[in-house]
């Protein structure tokens, strides 16, 4: 079973765990797992009723998002020519950017649990990733498919407002 291991980075308020580089006939892309600890972001009131923590299950891909989205998710992080190159930190510029697609998220306040559904989520995704990044990821309905290359309207949008 593929693993979210690789941590790209952990701070106060999030933290995010990538796998090993999978590609299943489209693209080189890395599953990824966010962890956002809620009580940084929210209020008292809005943490008791959504929970503690939010877990999200993502594929990214800089292959899939080219080139022209990297610089840009690059520029928004201020990260230097000298370090470009280097994979993993595409990978985090990228999921911090917000180009990437969302598989599954589940909230709660049982950490342990909600990694535990997370990981089962990551082993459904594994066998069934074209139906995962079939799904719509907006009201749009723009795909897993239309995310991860950076186009959040969704390529069925894009050719009906032509």
Same mark, same amino acid.
């Given at each position: 079973?593929? =693993?979210? #291991?690789?941590?790209?980075?952990?701070?106060? %308020?999030?933290?995010?765990?990538? %796998? *090993?580089?999978?590609?299943?006939?489209?693209?080189? &892309?890395?599953?990824?797992?966010?962890?956002?600890?809620?009580?940084?972001?929210? /209020?008292?009131?809005?943490? =008791?009723?959504?929970?503690?923590?939010? !877990? #999200?299950?993502?594929?990214? %891909? $800089?292959?899939?998002?080219?080139?022209?989205?990297?610089?840009?998710? &690059?520029? /928004?992080?201020?990260?230097?020519?000298?370090?470009? /190159?280097?994979?993993?930190?595409?990978?985090?510029?990228?999921?911090?950017?917000?180009?990437?697609?969302?598989?599954? %998220?589940?909230?709660?306040?049982?950490?342990?649990?909600?990694? /535990?559904?997370?990981?089962?989520? !990551?082993?459904?995704?594994?066998?069934?990733?074209?139906?995962?990044?079939?799904? $719509?990821?907006?009201?749009?309905?723009?795909? *897993?498919?239309?995310?991860?290359?950076?186009?959040?309207?969704?390529?069925?949008? #894009?050719?009906?407002?032509?």
């Amino acid at each position: 079973m593929k =693993k979210c #291991t690789k941590v790209l980075y952990d701070n106060d %308020s999030q933290k995010v765990m990538v %796998s *090993g580089v999978e590609n299943y006939g489209d693209f080189n &892309f890395r599953f990824a797992v966010k962890i956002m600890y809620l009580e940084e972001y929210m /209020s008292e009131d809005e943490v =008791k009723e959504y929970g503690k923590y939010d !877990l #999200t299950l993502l594929a990214v %891909s $800089p292959e899939a998002a080219g080139e022209e989205n990297v610089n840009k998710a &690059f520029e /928004s992080m201020g990260i230097e020519e000298e370090y470009r /190159s280097n994979e993993l930190v595409q990978y985090e510029s990228l999921i911090e950017y917000g180009i990437f697609a969302v598989l599954a %998220s589940v909230h709660g306040n049982n950490l342990g649990k909600l990694l /535990s559904e997370i990981n089962n989520e !990551l082993k459904m995704a594994n066998m069934l990733f074209g139906f995962y990044m079939d799904r $719509p990821q907006n009201a749009l309905g723009a795909t *897993g498919w239309d995310w991860i290359k950076g186009d959040l309207l969704g390529s069925y949008f #894009t050719q009906v407002t032509q």
